[in-house]
């Protein structure tokens, strides 16, 4: 379920900053609402020092956290606060927003709203503990926790529409209509991003590349993201080897692995998960709404996140949903919509909310002491 844009009016507290989060499980998007961008966009990363070292003297810091980090990724054990679309590590997500609220955005959590996206079936204890932890240890005045499925059709200036995201650390198909999502047709699959990463990492370790350690998985992410490819009619034969250049100025040569890597987003068991793959995942959304919303769906697919900016993303899906749907549902025609705004479209959709929103509609501090935590469910539906 959600809210309809036309349901809200401008902004009429004054004084308060309203902050935009999309915490992802590979990147926090944040800035101010209104804004056309997020002022930050950078990796959900923590990352503390090995060992002392005159890298790091006595009196400087040993936690570093975002682009610090993964740009001293060699020198520190890192940690990914969020897994699979949930916090798992409270103390580390903390940690990372209170860097974002004083040295990012420069703004005081108690004296700004905050609009945070959730994935759609976002666990309901994830969604409380988020809550509690941003009103008790931030002391915000009002939150409110919106689906992202929803924020990505806002940002496309539309209220219906079927999104598609893909990004590190999940795969959804959301049906939305008239701002509303459709929960019984919502798919959603923890494989994504990261577990291509991984995969990528073995195959790569079976020509003869090893690369195990933290650092060294973010350096095949790097690779994956350079090189590798969804095959799909217009891509049907690999491509000849490609070289790449490594951090150390060493290269190897990449062949088959880079379009058999993205195969698990298609084929899940590759990676041990027993769960349909993109386009099965898609076609059973569409299958499942409403029979006068299908078409209309169809036509109005919106592609999200990170993982979709790979090579021949699109082709692949539109090829695997006539595949799929071609004798059983020959009448549907699909249209795949993508934009260069995918990466962040969720926080886009964030701002146009959060800058539109009446007073009421947030959850309020005196709400959550009087109701709890568990509040937010029948508060931001």
């Known amino acids: 379920m959600g809210l309809t844009l036309a349901s809200f009016s401008k902004i009429s507290m004054s004084g308060i900053k309203t902050i935009v989060l999309d915490n992802g499980s590979g990147y926090m998007k944040a800035g101010l609402a209104n804004d056309a961008a997020p002022a930050v966009i950078e990796p959900t990363l923590i990352g503390s020092t090995k060992h002392q070292s005159v890298l790091f003297a006595p009196q400087q810091k040993s936690v570093f956290v975002g682009n610090e980090a993964y740009e001293k990724k060699g020198d520190l054990f890192l940690r990914y606060p969020i897994e699979h679309?949930?916090?798992?590590?409270?103390?580390?997500?903390?940690?990372?927003?209170?860097?974002?609220?004083s040295?990012?955005?420069?703004?005081?959590?108690?004296?700004?709203?905050?609009?945070?996206?959730?994935?759609?079936?976002?666990?309901?204890?994830?969604?409380?503990?988020l809550t509690e932890r941003l009103f008790?240890?931030?002391?915000?005045?009002?939150?409110?926790?919106?689906?992202?499925?929803?924020?990505?059709?806002?940002?496309?200036?539309?209220?219906?529409?079927?999104?598609?995201?893909?990004?590190?650390?999940?795969?959804?198909?959301?049906?939305?209509?008239?701002?509303?999502?459709?929960?019984?047709?919502?798919?959603?699959?923890?494989?994504?991003?990261?577990?291509?990463?991984?995969?990528?990492?073995?195959?790569?370790?079976?020509?003869?590349?090893?690369?195990?350690?933290?650092?060294?998985?973010?350096?095949?992410?790097?690779?994956?993201?350079?090189?590798?490819?969804?095959?799909?009619?217009?891509?049907?034969?690999?491509?000849d080897k490609s070289k790449f250049i490594l951090p150390d100025g060493s290269s190897?040569?990449?062949?088959?692995?880079?379009?058999?890597?993205?195969?698990?987003?298609?084929?899940?068991?590759?990676?041990?998960?027993?769960?349909?793959?993109?386009?099965?995942?898609?076609?059973?959304?569409?299958?499942?709404?409403?029979?006068?919303?299908?078409?209309?769906?169809?036509?109005?697919?919106?592609?999200?996140?990170?993982?979709?900016?790979a090579e021949g993303f699109e082709e692949r899906l539109k090829s695997e949903l006539e595949t799929k749907l071609s004798k059983t549902h020959p009448q549907l025609s699909f249209t795949i919509k993508v934009s260069e705004n995918r990466e962040i479209g969720a926080w886009i959709g964030g701002s146009v909310l959060a800058s539109s929103m009446q007073d009421d509609a947030w959850m309020s501090k005196h709400e959550y002491q009087e109701y709890g935590a568990h509040y937010v469910h029948q508060k931001c539906l």
């Open 136 to 239: 008790e240890e931030f002391k915000i005045p009002n939150l409110y926790v919106a689906n992202s499925a929803i924020l990505c059709i806002y940002a496309t200036g539309t209220t219906s529409g079927l999104v598609v995201e893909s990004g590190e650390g999940v795969t959804y198909s959301a049906p939305v209509h008239n701002g509303y999502y459709i929960t019984e047709a919502v798919s959603r699959m923890n494989v994504a991003g990261k577990e291509i990463t991984n995969y990528f990492a073995r195959l790569l370790s079976e020509s003869g590349h090893q690369f195990t350690s933290a650092s060294d998985l973010e350096t095949v992410k790097q690779i994956k993201e350079n090189q590798c490819f969804f095959r799909s009619p217009t891509h049907q034969n690999p491509r």
């Open 252 to 309: 190897i040569q990449l062949g088959n692995e880079r379009h058999e890597a993205a195969e698990v987003l298609y084929n899940p068991l590759l990676v041990g998960q027993e769960c349909d793959g993109l386009g099965g995942m898609v076609a059973s959304s569409l299958l499942s709404s409403p029979l006068d919303t299908r078409q209309n769906l169809a036509l109005n697919i919106v592609v999200n996140g990170g993982t979709s900016r």
């Open 103 to 129: 040295q990012k955005l420069f703004c005081d959590p108690s004296k700004s709203r905050i609009l945070v996206s959730s994935h759609p079936l976002c666990e309901r204890a994830n969604k409380e503990k």
């Open 85 to 101: 679309g949930h916090i798992r590590n409270w103390e580390d997500m903390e940690t990372i927003w209170k860097e974002i609220f």
